[in-house]
Each structure stands twice: as C-alpha cells, then as structure tokens.
C-alpha cells in the first residue's frame, strides 16, 4: 500500500521548490530523475514530470533534452521551509522488529516533502546535547523528531536538553515524559484489546501469548490491553506463554511454542513477525490455521498486502490482526509541527493514535 497516495503534481513541485528554498538543490545541480521522485514520493513518474514542467514554468527549474532537469541560476529567491532534523537511533535493532522504522521515516519523508519541507536524517551517535545542538544548528533545523528503537532509548538529559532548545519537539513510540516534547505513539493497548476481543469472540476461553513481554515496553503495553479484556471477560491470564518468548520471529522457537503440552488454541502474536513464525511453524507440523490454532496478529497497515498475507496467505486468511497506519503518524505529526508553529508556548501533549481490527479476508 502506497503510504501517500493522494500526492499530485502541486505536492511534489512544493516538496522540490522546499529543497531548493533550503539549499539542498543549488543553482546548476541536476535533480533527480523522474523515476527516483516517483518512487521517493509515492507518485506516478507522469505526475512528476508534470511537477518539473509547473517548475520550469516559475523559472526555478530548466529542462536540458537527454539530460534532466537543473536549477536555474538567477532563479527567483525562494523564501526558507520548515527544516525537519529526524534523529534516529540504530543501535540494538532486534530482528522481530522487521522494517517498521524504515517504513516510518519513509512515510514522515514523504508526509514533509508534500509540504514543501526539507528533511534531514541525523544519526545518534551518542552525541552530547552541545554536539547535537550545533549540529542543528548548522543545518538550519527548525523542528526536531526523535526516534528510537523499541528496546533502547536516548539518554535522558540529552532528552531534555532537546525540551529546552526552543524548538517544535516530538517523540516517537515511546511515552516517557519530557518538558518541550510532545510524544506521538499509537495506542498498543488498545490494538491488543481488539486483538483479544476477537479471539474471545470466536469462543475461546483460554488465550496464550507469543512474543516479548516482560523485557519489553511494547510488550507491557500491548499485554495490559489483552489483560483488561481478559478480566472483564472472566477469563484466565495464566495460559501457557504469558512469560514471553523474547526470541519471538524463530520459527525454531515457534515450533517449540506449539509442541508444549496443553498449549492454547488461540494465540495472541502481537509482533508481526511473531504471528508469521507461529503461522509457519504451524503449518510445519501440520495444523490448520483456523481449526487447530487461531492466531491474532499485529502488523502496520502498509505492510499488510505485500508483508504479512503475501508472506502467509493461510494466516490472512484465517485470522485477524490489529493494524495502524505510517500515513497517519506522518500526518499527526507534522500537523504538530505546525501548530507550535503558530502558537507559541503550547502545554505538551501526548497523542495516541488509534488502531484498528483487520479480520480474516478483509
């Protein structure tokens, strides 16, 4: 699923006209191909060339025959954009996770380019607050992303130090507090209730759990979920599984799951690599997704065609999983962006994005 679909030829002539604005494209650079700009923001490459044709005709861009496209020297000055500086943590990337952090810089890139704005990935390299403020600083930044993996996280004063630099801040995934930070997260308790609602709906009444938990606070977040409907329904938390399996995407580790003595018949796999491990391994050793084992799953909303059903048509067929869209976060977080933009002093917040059920062959 194409994260921004509705991107025409107005989008991407801002995200180019941003780009030049801030200097990343400078008078007699070649821009890039039309086919990279179509696949980079989600467009067909007509819609693309059309963007450069709007260009030439404001005299920011000329078209050179079997050349390209260049910036026109003595174009007329362009005022400055927002300058988005995304820093990423790396580090201690665990395998279960799959490629849910490309996807979300991809989808916030895209999301900022169609407004004109110009990005900026900056690595964490365990960079002091002063390392990390002259860095923004030299690039122009106007506002600051975090991003961090599930399973690690910034240091806190450099957090805070963020708070305090002045600019629009927000956070990602995590909701650990910080003065000048707003946090954007989705909702996982909320996808694990819906998860859980649906097993309980098809009848079960014991419901194991497959994935990382107690080392991990997704895991706690998307277990509190499960728990709540779980007491409210009257129905045990002590199925076999509810430890964790922190080893989660191995199909080994799955297999070994699913030969437990008196393991469940329903199971929440609340990792998108989890839930096609356990769907695997079951298929291995011969069980009928659907009939011997239920699984409820969790997978991002763009992936869901060409990642999960494609990966396991069996499991998309027969069990339901709880998703959320990359668009969204783009979209939520930028519209932040831009109303600290306008209102000066605005109280943080944290905003939780809801999910959704995606049931069997919807």
Request: glycine share 10%.
């Amino acid at each position: 699923m194409d994260p921004h679909p509705g991107m025409g030829a107005e989008g991407v002539a801002r995200s180019i006209e941003g780009r030049i604005a801030n200097g990343l494209f400078k008078a007699g650079d070649y821009l890039p191909t039309l086919r990279s700009l179509s696949k980079e923001l989600g467009c067909a490459a007509l819609t693309a060339q059309r963007a450069m044709r709007q260009l030439v005709d404001k005299g920011l861009v000329v078209a050179e025959p079997r050349m390209g496209y260049r910036v026109a020297a003595g174009r007329p000055q362009l005022p400055r954009t927002e300058m988005v500086a995304f820093l990423e943590e790396t580090e201690n990337y665990a395998p279960y996770l799959g490629d849910i952090y490309q996807t979300q810089v991809l989808a916030l890139q895209r999301e900022a380019m169609s407004r004109g704005w110009t990005v900026a990935l900056v690595p964490y390299r365990k960079q002091s607050i002063e390392e990390l403020t002259a860095q923004l600083s030299a690039m122009g930044a106007t506002a600051v992303i975090l991003q961090e993996m599930a399973n690690s996280s910034f240091p806190r004063p450099l957090v805070e130090g963020v708070g305090r630099l002045g600019l629009p801040a927000i956070k990602l995934d995590t909701p650990d507090y910080a003065s000048g930070v707003d946090h954007v997260l989705r909702d996982e308790a909320h996808g694990a209730a819906l998860a859980t609602e649906w097993l309980v709906r098809r009848g079960h009444r014991r419901i194991g759990w497959y994935g990382p938990l107690e080392d991990l606070p997704t895991g706690r977040r998307r277990f509190s979920g499960a728990a709540e409907v779980l007491r409210r329904e009257g129905l045990p938390i002590d199925a076999q599984g509810w430890l964790g399996t922190p080893n989660a995407a191995d199909l080994e580790a799955a297999r070994r799951y699913l030969e437990a003595k008196d393991r469940p018949r329903a199971v929440l796999a609340l990792w998108h690599s989890a839930a096609l491990a356990l769907a695997r391994a079951a298929l291995d050793l011969g069980l009928k997704l659907g009939e011997d084992l239920e699984i409820a799953g969790w997978c991002l909303e763009e992936h869901y065609e060409s990642a999960y059903a494609a990966a396991c048509p069996e499991l998309a067929r027969t069990g339901a999983a709880a998703t959320w869209s990359m668009a969204d976060v783009g979209r939520t977080v930028l519209d932040r962006i831009e109303e600290r933009r306008r209102k000066s002093g605005l109280p943080t917040v944290r905003i939780t994005l809801p999910m959704k059920l995606r049931e069997p062959g919807v």
